[in-house]
């Protein structure tokens, strides 16, 4: 199994609430848990510009490429603004645009990074730089690699970046499970939007993804399933008030892999979020995230 990672995803933010030490974390775990080795992992390079200008402006990109963002574009992205940022940007949509072309030629594809769904086509927001699930599906439908994709977006904010970029495109369905009262304030209109109430556990959450993601895959019928697997609807999560556990979380995953086996649908796992107050359990469930991957897809990883 080869899985796709940077060290460069390690940004130093400062006192920045986004625990980018996550990535490399992950990485080590997985190599401590006998999940994969050092050689199992590939660090891609930066994205070509012409696959990031499939969905972003280039009057965005200069922007960024010439860090000539106005102080309120700072403010909306909400991150501390640096070529190294820029760099891992790059590198993040290159990593999700290989990490979907093997999960086409294997079944499962895992980047430890990506996930950007806050990004839109002129701006960045809600600490999301570019959107690499969104260019990675426009690359891959480029290449005739595929012709319909789903994305179940399963952070605890609405994927309204990636909702606002496919809202025009019947060829890709957008789902969005969530906290309905969080950010982003103004919500864009996925495909399919599960907006639930702050406080929703294990067995509510549980039962609203099965009762409308299930019935989606099935009718919409993708080649491609990007899976935004994030590892903040956990209640001990400090930017959402979802009262998952990490066996609900777990549960969660299970769902959507044997959904998307039964199916025959290859999925691709992007991370996005993961805001808990000890950085190891967030760790420990972006690592159950994949190992129950590779588990139900028949790869390995126990």
């Known amino acids: 199994m080869k899985f796709f990672y940077s060290p460069m995803y390690e940004v ?52 960024l490429r010439r ?51 806050h990004a839109f086509p002129d701006h960045g927001a809600g600490y999301c730089v570019l959107n690499d699930s969104a260019i990675a599906i426009r690359a891959l439908k480029r290449e005739g690699r595929i012709v319909k994709a789903m994305v179940v977006d399963c952070d605890v ?67 491609l399933l990007v899976y935004v697997a994030g590892a903040d609807p956990y209640q001990d999560d400090q930017e959402g008030e979802l009262r998952l556990s990490l066996e609900g979380l777990e549960r969660r995953d299970q769902m959507i892999y044997r959904e998307a086996l039964r199916k025959r649908v290859p999925v691709v796992v992007v991370l996005a979020g993961g805001y808990a107050r000890r950085t190891a359990d967030t760790v420990a469930i972006h690592v159950t995230t994949i190992r129950t991957g590779l588990h139900v897809l028949g790869r390995g990883g126990g």
């Open 12 to 63: 130093d933010l400062g006192e920045h609430i986004l625990p980018t030490i996550k990535f490399r974390l992950i990485k080590e775990k997985l190599i401590e848990l006998g999940i994969g080795t050092a050689e199992d992992f590939e660090e891609p390079p930066p994205a070509h510009d012409d696959d990031v200008g499939l969905v972003h402006s280039s009057t965005y990109l200069d922007k």
């Open 67 to 117: 860090g000539a963002l106005t102080p309120d574009e700072l403010a909306v992205l909400d991150l501390p603004f640096s070529p190294e940022l820029v760099e891992a940007a790059w590198i993040g949509v290159e990593g999700t645009i290989r990490t979907a072309r093997y999960a086409l030629e294997t079944g499962l594809g895992v980047h430890i990074g990506g996930g950007g769904h």
């Open 157 to 223: 904010h609405q994927g309204d970046g990636t909702a606002f970029v496919f809202r025009e495109d019947p060829s890709v369905f957008t789902c969005s499970i969530h906290q309905e009262d969080l950010y982003p304030e103004v919500k864009q209109q996925s495909d399919l939007d599960i907006g639930l109430p702050s406080g929703t556990g294990d067995e509510g959450y549980l039962e609203e993804l099965s009762r409308h993601f299930l019935p989606a895959l099935e009718i919409f019928r993708p080649q």
